[in-house]
């Protein structure tokens, strides 16, 4: 059973930066993984994914502000941000799923998920 971790979350400035990371030991290298997050009160929204057939590929509203990188040999996958708003404070999941090849999978197609680590981002 793959299970994820997200330590790495946190208390931010507004313009700063924050890097949470997901530890999954024993991924797939053939699993896609992503980001979401969740506001209070909000839907859990995609923010980022990776995968070894499509790449890196973006929410709109994170373009620019978001970078996600895979270490295989450390069975991470990291969530670099910058320039934060307090709009994007937050509980940040990562999850994994089987690559079938596609850029975007809704919520609800991924199976494993971490349990979440809080972004908190003070104007």
């Known amino acids: 059973q793959l299970q994820l971790v997200e330590p790495g979350g946190g208390l931010v400035q507004a313009g700063g930066p924050l890097r949470p990371s997901c530890a999954a030991p024993?991924?797939?290298?053939?699993?896609?993984v992503c980001w979401f997050r969740q506001a209070l009160g909000g839907e859990r929204e995609f923010v980022a994914s990776i995968s070894w057939s499509v790449g890196r590929y973006y929410a709109d509203s994170m373009k620019g502000r978001v970078t996600i990188a895979r270490d295989n040999a450390k069975n991470t996958v990291d969530l670099q941000m910058i320039s934060l708003k307090p709009e994007d404070t937050a509980v940040y999941y990562c999850?994994?799923?089987?690559?079938?090849?596609?850029?975007?999978?809704?919520?609800?197609?991924?199976?494993?998920w971490g349990q979440g680590t809080q972004v908190t981002v003070s104007s």
């Open positions: 024993g991924l797939p290298s053939n699993f896609a």
């Open positions: 999850a994994a799923r089987p690559d079938t090849g596609r850029a975007y999978y809704a919520r609800t197609e991924y199976a494993y």
